[in-house]
């Protein structure tokens, strides 16, 4: 995948379809931050990840959600925490991955 062909995302998108999981559906954190972390909440603007790593606010994150014989991957940044994870706006997602994610969640609502 070429780095080059990206779609940034608009911030904040709210509204917008979030499937709440109840699977054990896994990101892969890579870059500067690294491990895994559960999926909970997965949209098309965003995911929350129940994870103990300690992130802050304004954290960059590389993330790789397998699904199935694919993997969407976005980079995201921290925009919220709780006690039991952190919220993770996408901000730089390929066309290709986009459509990756909408046929995830479109299985997931299935």
Same mark, same amino acid.
């Given at each position: 995948?070429?780095?080059?062909?990206?779609?940034? +995302?608009?911030? =904040?998108?709210?509204?917008? #379809?979030?499937?709440?999981?109840?699977?054990?559906?896994?990101?892969? $954190? &890579?870059?500067?931050?690294?491990?895994?972390?559960?999926?909970?909440?997965?949209?098309?603007?965003?995911?929350?990840?129940?994870?103990?790593?300690?992130?802050?606010?304004?954290?960059? +994150?590389?993330? =790789?959600?397998?699904?199935? #014989?694919?993997?969407?991957?976005?980079?995201?940044?921290?925009?919220? $925490? &709780?006690?039991?994870?952190?919220?993770?706006?996408?901000?730089?997602?390929?066309?290709?991955?986009?459509?990756?994610?909408?046929?995830?969640?479109?299985?997931?609502?299935?």
């Amino acid at each position: 995948m070429s780095r080059q062909s990206t779609t940034t +995302l608009p911030p =904040k998108r709210r509204g917008s #379809l979030r499937v709440h999981l109840e699977s054990q559906l896994i990101v892969i $954190i &890579t870059g500067a931050i690294t491990g895994s972390a559960r999926v909970r909440d997965l949209g098309l603007g965003g995911t929350f990840l129940e994870t103990d790593r300690q992130l802050a606010v304004g954290d960059s +994150l590389h993330l =790789k959600i397998p699904a199935g #014989l694919e993997t969407f991957e976005s980079d995201g940044i921290v925009r919220s $925490i &709780t006690r039991e994870g952190v919220g993770v706006e996408f901000l730089r997602t390929s066309p290709e991955h986009l459509k990756m994610l909408r046929r995830l969640l479109a299985e997931l609502l299935e």
